[in-house]
């Protein structure tokens, strides 16, 4: 029921045309048609007053939320001219020589990354930070003498005991790197939105547009989140649907002709035999939904705006492009992870698609945890375990993760989610495969507003190149005596060049690729079990 309202609000005008009484009509018999779906008269019924309850919020949001509602999707809350003025802001940074294009590493040469966390970021026991002040967009390079070197966090404050380093495991808190957001001002009366830090790897000068569409991005992002978040307060997550486990009935066995032991039969063979036969005609009853009736309003929904406007944002910024040729047609996709490390306290992430052109329909998959206890709380019988799977899609005695959907990536679509699902990239084709094509994707990642993190606010600029441009430029730096100018721009150890920066990049990975290995060993551990009774 979920995958067809998904389905149904890709439609053109969906939200109009679930009031027509002959649309929906059409619509029903193609889901009552489409095998596979078992989809009832009132499971169609539902549907469709979902997804009228939907359309009215539609009507006022822009967005609407897609599965149990904590995936929120909208084509029309970035406007066309503002995905136009993206593309234009962006072009600086792509239309570059090739041998200065960053690919990004382990990725056959497809992904082109503009704006990346993992160069240049925080590092521990490398990186200085600001101790009485912070940066500016127009203050960002040099300030030596007020930086203070970032400490190791010490073993007990990153969580990890001694059986956990024995065994070799990796923590999911880095005491290596942190990626680093912008701080973002949101007090504005009017709605507006000011980045006051900048964008790591995106020079604030050189690309101040580009700052700017991305403030007007991040401003009609914030509601977005407001809804992607607010299910994940009070009781919202409870069961849409209630029901009980329903079988054909079972007849009496001594009715049943062979059902007694047959001579010399084993016990155990009788047994197996009765359970094969019980397999063999007893038949699942769906459960059917009801009425719909709209859930209750949330009594204390997320605000960001209202929560958090007196201290503001902190935002990780990503650009990247993924580029196929005729010799490279397709895309492999990505796998399961969670966004970031819990160090950088990511709670929530939107992904703008703001240029798609010659590949094929593509989507972005969802999973989550579910709870098993849950499941073996159910009334089921002896050895019936068939409704995990026709219910819920799972297995017993397999891990308790339910693969929740795929949504569409199209052009113009901005999608948000809270990062506790874990999501994959599907993978991709050329539509045309005599010609090129490309994804180009805005990737805002949202700090949890009730932690504050190290921030660019806090670490002024950490690339030689920047700071020598600097110095070069009469800017901040040109007051440094000649000796720190050349310790500056000419040293090993501070500030950092490029070439150190793609090897500190490489480690970065390597740890992320443990921890996200580690996640999904801790995500996939918990298995179904449902006993014999």
């Keep these: 029921m979920m995958h067809i309202m998904n389905g149904i609000t890709d439609k053109p005008n969906w939200h109009l045309k679930v009031f027509d009484d002959a649309i929906t009509s059409k619509w029903r018999v193609e889901m009552l048609a489409t095998k596979g779906r078992d989809i009832t008269e009132k499971m169609a019924d539902w549907c469709f007053a979902e997804l009228r309850y939907k359309a009215r919020i539609f009507e006022k949001t822009g967005s609407v939320s897609v599965f149990k509602g904590d995936v929120v999707k909208s084509d029309s809350v970035i406007p066309l001219v503002l995905k136009d003025e993206l593309k234009h802001a962006v072009a600086p940074l792509e239309d570059i020589p090739d041998r200065h294009k960053d690919w990004h590493p382990r990725s056959n040469g497809q992904v082109l990354d503009l704006v990346h966390p993992s160069l240049f970021p925080l590092v521990y026991g490398t990186s200085r930070i600001l101790v009485d002040s912070l940066t500016t967009l127009t203050d960002f390079v040099g300030r030596y003498g007020e930086r203070k070197t970032v400490p190791v966090p010490p073993i007990e404050e990153a969580g990890m005991c001694t059986e956990e380093m024995d065994l070799h495991f990796e923590y999911p808190y880095s005491r290596k790197f942190q990626w680093l957001p912008c701080d973002v001002d949101i007090s504005d009366d009017e709605g507006r939105v000011r980045i006051t830090s900048y964008i790591n790897n995106l020079h604030p000068q050189k690309h101040a547009d580009l700052y700017k569409t991305i403030e007007k991005i991040i401003e009609r992002t914030i509601p977005v989140w407001n809804m992607t978040l607010t299910p994940l307060r009070g009781d919202l997550n409870e069961s849409r649907i209630q029901y009980d486990l329903l079988y054909d009935p079972n007849p009496e066995l001594d009715d049943i002709e062979g059902s007694q032991g047959q001579p010399n039969e084993e016990t155990d063979d009788f047994y197996e035999r009765q359970m094969n036969w019980t397999a063999a005609t007893r038949k699942l009853v769906l459960p059917e939904p009801g009425l719909f009736h709209p859930p209750p309003e949330p009594k204390n929904p997320v605000n960001i705006r209202k929560d958090y406007g007196h201290r503001g944002l902190q935002i990780i910024v990503k650009l990247a492009n993924i580029h196929l040729t005729p010799e490279k047609p397709k895309y492999n996709g990505g796998s399961w992870h ?41 009334p089921y019988e002896q050895s019936e375990h068939e409704w995990l799977k026709e219910i819920y899609g799972c297995q017993n005695e397999r891990p308790a993760v339910q693969k929740v959907g795929s949504v ?32 180009k994707i805005l990737a805002l990642f949202l700090v949890d507003p009730n932690i504050r993190i190290i921030s660019t606010a806090n670490v002024p600029c950490q690339r030689k190149d920047w700071w020598f441009e600097a110095v070069q430029q009469g800017g901040p730096l040109s007051d440094l005596s000649t000796e720190l100018e050349s310790y500056t721009v000419d040293g090993a150890d501070f500030p950092i060049d490029l070439s150190e920066a793609k090897a500190l990049r490489l480690e970065l990975m390597e740890e992320r690729t443990s921890a996200v290995e580690l996640q999904n060993s801790d995500f996939t551990n918990r298995e179904f079990s449902l006993c014999e009774h």
């Design 338 to 378: 969670i966004e970031g490390q819990l160090n950088e306290h990511i709670c929530a992430t939107a992904l703008y698609y703001y240029d798609n052109d010659n590949i094929d329909p593509s989507y972005l998959a969802f999973r989550q945890q579910s709870d098993a206890k849950h499941a073996e709380r159910m």
């Design 408 to 439: 569409l990536t199209k052009e113009g679509r901005l999608l948000a989610w809270p990062n506790i699902l874990q999501h994959r990239v599907h993978s991709f084709c050329l539509e045309d495969p005599t010609k090129p094509g490309h994804r």
